[in-house]
């Protein structure tokens, strides 16, 4: 059974500041994705990673997939309280359709 | 552009009963997965279809749990018997038959609390 391990599980900053939130597996997955989930909704999908080190950038969001494609890393640039949320990566196993998903980064950030 | 949609979005039944959620996948996606998520976790993958057929069910997936798509289009979840322990949220997600990295896109979710 293939495992997401999501770091850190807490992260309670401040306006302005920067933040990394990592991603990672011993498995080897097809493609990654992030999503972000309020509390009482479905996650709402941030971006796709398919290629060993493949960067993308969504405003002050940078994903990116490491080089073995095991694991991923979300950085967030002077983080606003509207980034406040829950970050889930999720990885597709070649092969299967069922993503495997971490237990997520619970992020606030206070103003 | 209409995202996938459940319903209903909260369901209170007490233990014992049967009860039965709706998915509509985004049209012309031809991938339709079901998840459960407890509280402070992912989700946990449980059933997956290709248009009608049901390829792939998690162990999760216990006999008390049925999931359909008889025109491979809308999709439902029914557990009979309910256990305080099936009280989760269940999300359900639809992709198309190719894309990038065979993105997922999930609904609202379903919300259940077994009495």
């Known amino acids: 059974t293939q495992l997401l391990e999501q770091s850190p599980q807490f992260l309670s900053i401040q306006e302005g500041e920067n933040l990394t939130v990592y991603c990672n597996s011993s498995?080897?997955?097809?493609?990654l994705q992030w999503y972000r989930q309020e509390p009482g909704e479905g996650p709402v999908l941030l971006v796709t990673?398919?290629?060993?080190?493949e960067v993308k950038k969504l405003k002050r969001l940078t994903f990116q997939f490491g080089d073995a494609r095991k694991d991923s890393s979300l950085h967030i640039t002077a983080a606003q309280p509207g980034d406040t949320g829950l970050y889930l990566c999720?990885?597709?196993?070649?092969?299967?359709?069922?993503?495997?998903f971490g237990s997520g980064t619970r992020l606030q950030v206070q103003p | 552009d209409t995202g996938v949609s459940q319903d209903p979005r909260h369901k209170i039944t007490k233990r014992g009963q049967n009860v039965t959620f709706r998915c509509d996948p985004i049209?012309?996606?031809?991938?339709l997965y079901w998840y459960r998520q407890t509280l402070g976790q992912g989700p946990e993958f449980l059933t997956y279809?290709?248009?009608?057929?049901?390829?792939?069910k998690s162990r999760l997936l216990s006999d008390r749990f049925s999931a359909e798509r008889p025109k491979g289009s809308f999709s439902t979840l029914e557990i009979q018997r309910t256990e305080q322990g099936d009280s989760a949220m269940y999300l359900c997600?639809?992709?198309?038959?190719?894309?990038?990295?065979?993105?997922?896109?999930f609904g609202p979710g379903t919300r259940l609390l077994v009495l």
């Open positions: 997600a639809s992709s198309p038959k190719t894309g990038y990295g065979e993105t997922q896109y």
């Open positions: 498995s080897v997955f097809s493609s």
């Open positions: 990673v398919v290629t060993g080190g």
């Open positions: 999720a990885g597709l196993d070649t092969g299967r359709r069922a993503l495997t």
């Open positions: 049209s012309e996606h031809n991938r």
């Open positions: 279809f290709q248009n009608e057929a049901q390829l792939e």
